[in-house]
């Protein structure tokens, strides 16, 4: 199982997000975004799941990160167009 952290650009896509994740069975949990990865709206979604579930993740989202050890996150996806 791996562990994902999901950005976005406002607080109700974040929402949208969670709602999504959660109707298919990811444990999902909104928190406070890592300062290192973004700044835009203060929320993300952390969650697990054998495969990502970008496919899940609202349109307004920014980022897509997998948490590996020791703090760090590898970027999966980025929104290039804003």
Do not use: I
Request: with cysteine.
């Amino acid at each position: 199982m791996n562990t994902y952290v999901a950005t976005f650009y406002t607080h109700l896509s974040a929402l949208v997000s969670w709602k999504r994740l959660r109707n298919a069975g990811c444990e999902a949990q909104m928190m406070p975004v890592p300062r290192v990865l973004s700044s835009s709206c203060g929320t993300c979604v952390g969650y697990e799941g054998e495969v990502d579930h970008r496919e899940l993740l609202d349109t307004d989202a920014e980022a897509l990160y997998e948490v590996q050890a020791a703090g760090k996150y590898r970027l999966l996806w980025c929104d290039d167009a804003n």
